[in-house]
């Protein structure tokens, strides 16, 4: 990890990315340290629900790199990313199913008990192989990136633009919710997947189970985040931010635009199914609800918040806004929408590059007072 901030430091000039790493290094070792060694009678002890929070947390701001490569850097506002990261879950949920086999409430060794219950008499084409770890590691990441490789080349090559993409995205979501709540779509319909038992051969219930876990969300966040730094710095990354700036132009200039878009799409669309599939096992279930064209809105609040194109304004804006919904739905259960739409406005009108640009606005008022 010291190589990693030091490579930070050398190649980007990114300070910010260094107290990130440093934080998630400390993240990844003191949170699984305080549940496990600490008992739960001391008032360091992390619980097991906190953990699973933090855990979830963390997929959330893998979710938000995710968007702001696309929206801050790229200038692509998807409203859609809730459906690539519901797909990744769902692969992976489809594994753990198959993986309770007769331990089920029915005792069915092949067929989840969603599928008993609704009297299918075998298992749909689609799910083989998902017995198979590797295959559906696979296609956690396949799938949401096949999505957004056609959605993206017939979008891009229409060349559909801002606000119009936004929608369409957003409807790509939508659409997407409508199937999975069907009954017959065979992915256990409004309930989707829950009550899962192991993974890998490990209980999903153990808190050691949940501390690796925790421990490798850590990880793909960390690798996310230095995959996006290093497609931000690189030559490709100084391509997205000229079409973000200057569509036309660049194209003008001799650039295959649309590529550059699908390309950043893609991989965007392939992080959020990573982090669906990181978040599934750890908060126990998948169901149609994350595809709801709201909480693709919230993730562009997110990243609003924290600050566009700066990657870690982004997590920030994750773990701000989730823990203050965390912490807000119990104090105020019935205000606490009020607080999160007065906290976006806010920063927003105060501080326009998000929590980020909190420095350059404070540098601003200092100049004026003088």
């Not at 990844?28 to 933090?54: C, I, Q, R, Y």
């Not at 993409?165 to 709540?181: K, N, R, V």
């Not at 392939?270 to 978040?279: D, I, K, N, R, T």
């Not at 009020?338 to 105060?350: D, E, H, K, Q, R």
């Amino acid at each position: 990890m010291p190589a990693v901030t030091r490579w930070l430091a050398a190649r980007t000039g990114d300070t910010r990315g260094v107290v990130f790493v440093g934080i998630l290094l400390v993240v990844a070792v003191l949170t699984p340290v305080l549940n496990l060694a600490v008992p739960a009678s001391s008032p360091f002890h992390v619980s097991t629900f906190v953990m699973t929070l933090v855990g979830k947390y963390l997929c959330y701001a893998m979710l938000a790199l995710a968007v702001d490569l696309v929206w801050g850097y790229c200038g692509i506002l998807s409203l859609g990313h809730g459906a690539f990261f519901a797909l990744g879950g769902y692969a992976m949920g489809m594994y753990l199913m198959r993986q309770i086999g007769p331990r089920g409430v029915y005792g069915n060794p092949i067929l989840p008990d969603f599928m008993v219950f609704l009297n299918w008499k075998e298992l749909p084409w689609f799910w083989y192989g998902f017995d198979s770890f590797p295959f559906a590691a696979l296609m956690i990441v396949a799938v949401p990136a096949a999505l957004a490789f056609v959605f993206g080349y017939l979008a891009f090559r229409s060349r559909v633009t801002g606000v119009y993409l936004s929608i369409i995205t957003q409807a790509l979501s939508y659409a997407l919710l409508l199937a999975f709540f069907r009954n017959d779509m065979g992915f256990g319909g409004n309930n989707g997947f829950t009550d899962f038992k192991e993974l890998l051969g490990f209980d999903l219930q153990s808190d050691r189970t949940r501390v690796v876990l925790l421990v490798i969300t850590a990880i793909a966040l960390g690798l996310s985040y230095l995959a996006c730094r290093f497609i931000e710095s690189s030559r490709a990354g100084r391509v997205i931010r000229a079409i973000r700036d200057a569509e036309s132009r660049t194209r003008f200039l001799g650039y295959r635009v649309e590529s550059y878009k699908l390309w950043v799409f893609v991989f965007s669309a392939a992080v959020s199914g990573v982090a669906g599939a990181l978040y599934v096992p750890q908060v126990g279930i998948i169901n149609p609800s994350e595809m709801q064209p709201s909480n693709s809105i919230e993730m562009a609040i997110w990243v609003a918040v924290g600050g566009r194109g700066s990657l870690v304004g982004g997590v920030l804006g994750a773990w701000l806004i989730n823990g203050a919904k965390s912490w807000l739905t119990v104090a105020f259960p019935s205000a606490w929408l009020y607080f999160l739409g007065a906290l976006f406005i806010l920063v927003t009108l105060l501080t326009p590059e998000g929590l980020v640009g909190m420095k350059s606005v404070v540098s601003k008022l200092k100049a004026v007072r003088r």
